[in-house]
């Protein structure tokens, strides 16, 4: 029998925004007093968080989830972990934030361990050797997710909402301008990022390279 995980959210985050409006004023250099603005930024952010998310292919904001996992003895090898949907597992003072039940039976935390950073759960004797998983069905109620937000993640969504937002109004076509002896600007082309389309600018995605899921 082939093995599956189902994941699904337990307690959604209030808000998947990577960056504040605060932040993206200071970003644009738009007064943080300038109240007329807030509504379109939040917008704007709420876009590009989203877009990050889909482009890493994971969830930068703290959530709760719930994986189930089945048939694992069939498709896992000997000593090889579960791996959690989400990651990192969030901690609570050193602890990880996760329960782990094997064919209907909460596993004591003694009897696994936790790689909080990638999502990796490792059975383990009453000795505490690295075993294999034996049950057909795993259930991981865990919280994963980052807090606060990476410097550089957050870095990325400023440079691709500032792209978004100086591109606003500019003639899709255009691909340069120039006013004498005052500025000479070429702007992204096809091959290009950072234009209203959604094109990731090119160090947002230096800056988000090494937090990609790349799924098989």
């Known amino acids: ?62 959530q709760t989830y719930r994986d189930q996992l089945r048939a694992v003895r ?3 090898r000997p000593g090889e972990p579960l791996a959690t949907a989400q990651m990192p597992i969030a901690e609570a003072e050193g602890v990880a ?25 490792y059975r383990l004797d009453s000795s505490g050797f690295v075993i294999a998983w034996t049950g057909s069905t795993a259930v991981l109620d865990y919280t994963a997710g980052f807090d606060p937000i990476p410097p550089d993640v957050q870095g990325a969504c400023l440079e691709w909402l500032s792209a978004r937002y100086h591109a606003v109004g500019r003639d899709p076509a255009l691909r340069s301008e120039t006013i004498p002896d005052l500025i000479s600007v070429v702007y992204a082309g096809e091959a290009g990022a950072g234009t209203a389309s959604g094109q ?7 800056l988000l390279e090494p937090y990609r899921i790349m799924s098989l």
């Open 74 to 76: 069939s498709w896992l």
């Open 1 to 62: 029998m082939a093995g599956y995980r189902i994941s699904r959210v337990v307690v959604p985050a209030e808000s998947y925004a990577l960056v504040s409006i605060d932040d993206a004023k200071e970003a644009l250099g738009i007064a943080l007093d300038d109240m007329s603005q807030d509504a379109a930024l939040a917008t704007q952010i709420d876009a590009v968080s989203h877009a990050i998310n889909r482009y890493c292919d994971r969830i930068f904001v703290v």
């Open 97 to 121: 934030l996760i329960t782990v039940t094997e064919d209907g039976g909460e596993l004591d935390p003694l009897n696994y361990e936790i790689d909080s950073d990638r999502g990796l759960v």
């Open 200 to 206: 990731i600018p090119p160090g947002a995605r230096d």
